[in-house]
């Protein structure tokens, strides 16, 4: 069972991801990738979704055009899990 | 230039698409897809991309896990267009 991140361990982790944002429903993290057409955000959302099927752990995302919106949360944690830290650290490899 | 479509091609191509639902912000029609899991649904959202690349026509979607959540509306046109209406049947025909 996975478990929320202490707010702690929380904080030590967000400070090593500055581009994401805290958001409170669902308790996660978010962030905003922009890309210069419908094709390299799309592209992107490939790259994320084989990562993520493979570790397990989906995002929650939407996108419009060349913009992609992306939070990462644990629902059976009941908030921002060390999943989400691991899977927001390889999306970051992605870019 | 695009135009919307008058109330009555709308209530006529609607008539052609019953899993649509009329949504209001924005103005277009908007179609819930629930699949076995993620490759599933993703698998999906990958087909679409690809015919909405070639009809430079996008939707406005999200995902989570299983689901997808998909809104057309023709942003030049300020509404519903026709290029909705033949994305819908598009997206239809991938099912």
Request: proline share 4%; aromatic share 8%.
């Amino acid at each position: 069972m996975i478990e929320k991140l202490s707010d702690e361990a929380r904080a030590l982790a967000l400070a090593n991801l500055p581009e994401w944002t805290v958001v409170a429903d669902p308790d996660g993290i978010s962030r905003r990738f922009t890309f210069p057409d419908f094709v390299a955000a799309f592209g992107f959302m490939t790259r994320v979704a084989i990562v993520a099927e493979k570790a397990d752990h989906h995002p929650e995302w939407s996108n419009v055009y060349n913009r992609v919106d992306m939070v990462l949360t644990t629902h059976d944690a009941g908030g921002l899990s060390q999943r989400d830290i691991d899977l927001a650290h390889q999306v970051e490899g992605l870019l």
